[in-house]
């Protein structure tokens, strides 16, 4: 919900010191009122963040063996922080290892056979005891192939030869199959684990040791807390008031401590449903607070003119029930109580009057109590 309020310019909190606005007395004072010029704003609830979240998801079926802490406790770069059961993987993985000792044993006995070809012709065949002479033999055997032309002893022997070498490719190709099938699985038990992507803390804690897990189930989520900032969504209306770099300021619900953001990024796309676009600011270090609690920002709107208000310290408005008002100094120089419509906080110690009281009038300010009650 967007609500309207007012922001004071920049040099608005040393004019209201210089006025006599926030000081604080241990009696009574009377000061002026003084007129303040201030443009349109809006205030936008947003939620603190931290600066780097992910959430770690299973990449294997499985069953969760180990969990290295719980929430809230820190972990540096590449830390092991949850484990499936990999028992199944070792398995295939010496199975794997089996394979690649038979590949590489084809691949050495096709080299035997390729090399024992290349010396001695024919000397592999069961039915030829005569070594190198057997070739010589074999080509007496059929003389009428030699005369007609039907029998080529040179080309029989280049098949022989390419077919030994083909055997040899052959392994070499099994044991590359067998060492991919390896890597493939030594990735998988890899992906047992889940590692921290950066320095951070646990902040969610999804499972518990011994929960069957299926790939792409969230298991963990793990933040970088050490810089927080606010995340908002900025209507589209106030886009061209919205710059990178820029500083604004923001409201922590954490004893309404008021702290300067820094516009650290601007999503390139608006939301098409909401028509919004999200805005991320950088805390300062040391603000307080923690991720997930809430925020306000303040935009400017630049279609909004500027106005001239009055403005009062906290410590002069008097109260009965949800009534406002002010002490007045009347003519004859006595207290007469009016009551007044509050705007947004101005400053640190500010409140703009939207009607009720007019600036150079004179008001009472409490000096022992930021309020008291209307009698």
């Known amino acids: 919900m967007l609500i309207r309020k007012l922001t004071v310019v920049a040099c608005l909190s040393s004019f209201l010191f210089s006025s006599g606005i926030g000081a604080e007395t241990s009696q009574d004072s009377v000061i002026t009122v003084p007129s303040v010029p201030v443009g349109g704003a809006v205030s936008l609830g947003g939620t603190v963040v931290p600066y780097k979240e992910a959430t770690l998801s299973a990449q294997l079926p499985g069953r969760i063996e180990s969990i290295s802490g719980e929430e809230g406790d820190s972990f540096e770069s590449g830390a092991v922080l949850v484990?499936?059961?990999?028992?199944?993987?070792?398995?295939?993985?010496?199975?794997?290892?089996?394979?690649?000792?038979?590949?590489?044993?084809?691949?050495?006995?096709?080299?035997?056979?390729?090399?024992?070809?290349?010396?001695?012709?024919?000397?592999?065949?069961?039915?030829?005891?005569?070594?190198?002479?057997?070739?010589?033999?074999?080509?007496?055997?059929?003389?009428?192939?030699?005369?007609?032309?039907?029998?080529?002893?040179?080309?029989?022997?280049?098949?022989?030869?390419?077919?030994?070498?083909?055997?040899?490719?052959?392994?070499?190709?099994?044991?590359?199959?067998?060492?991919?099938?390896?890597?493939?699985?030594?990735?998988?038990?890899?992906?047992?684990?889940?590692?921290?992507?950066?320095?951070?803390?646990?902040?969610?804690?999804?499972?518990?040791?011994?929960?069957?897990?299926?790939?792409?189930?969230?298991?963990?989520?793990?933040?970088?807390?050490?810089?927080?900032?606010?995340?908002?969504?900025?209507?589209?209306?106030?886009?061209?008031?919205?710059?990178?770099?820029?500083?604004v300021p923001a409201k922590l619900d954490v004893g309404n401590v008021n702290v300067q953001a820094r516009v650290a990024q601007i999503f390139p796309i608006a939301d098409p449903d909401r028509h919004t676009v999200t805005v991320k600011l950088d805390l300062p270090q040391g603000a307080p607070g923690g991720a997930g609690m809430y925020a306000e920002v303040m935009i400017n709107d630049i279609n909004a003119q500027v106005r001239d208000l009055p403005v009062v310290p906290r410590n002069a408005l008097v109260w009965r029930g949800s009534l406002p008002g002010v002490y007045i100094m009347n003519e004859q120089n006595q207290r007469e109580l009016r009551l007044v419509r509050t705007g947004d906080e101005v400053g640190e110690d500010g409140v703009a009057i939207l009607s009720g009281l007019r600036a150079g009038e004179r008001i009472v300010v409490s000096g022992a109590s930021g309020s008291k009650e209307w009698r």
């Open 83 to 247: 484990t499936i059961s990999d028992d199944d993987l070792l398995a295939k993985r010496r199975a794997a290892f089996a394979n690649l000792a038979n590949a590489d044993a084809a691949l050495r006995n096709a080299g035997v056979q390729y090399s024992r070809e290349m010396v001695s012709p024919y000397g592999g065949q069961s039915n030829d005891m005569m070594g190198g002479f057997g070739s010589m033999m074999r080509n007496f055997s059929n003389p009428m192939n030699s005369m007609s032309g039907s029998g080529s002893p040179g080309y029989e022997r280049h098949a022989d030869l390419y077919q030994y070498g083909t055997r040899v490719d052959q392994a070499r190709s099994q044991l590359v199959a067998a060492r991919s099938q390896i890597d493939e699985i030594d990735s998988k038990l890899r992906d047992t684990k889940s590692i921290a992507p950066f320095n951070g803390v646990i902040t969610g804690k999804l499972v518990e040791v011994g929960d069957p897990v299926q790939p792409g189930m969230p298991l963990i989520m793990f933040a970088d807390t050490s810089r927080l900032q606010i995340k908002v969504e900025v209507p589209a209306r106030l886009m061209p008031g919205v710059k990178r770099g820029m500083v």
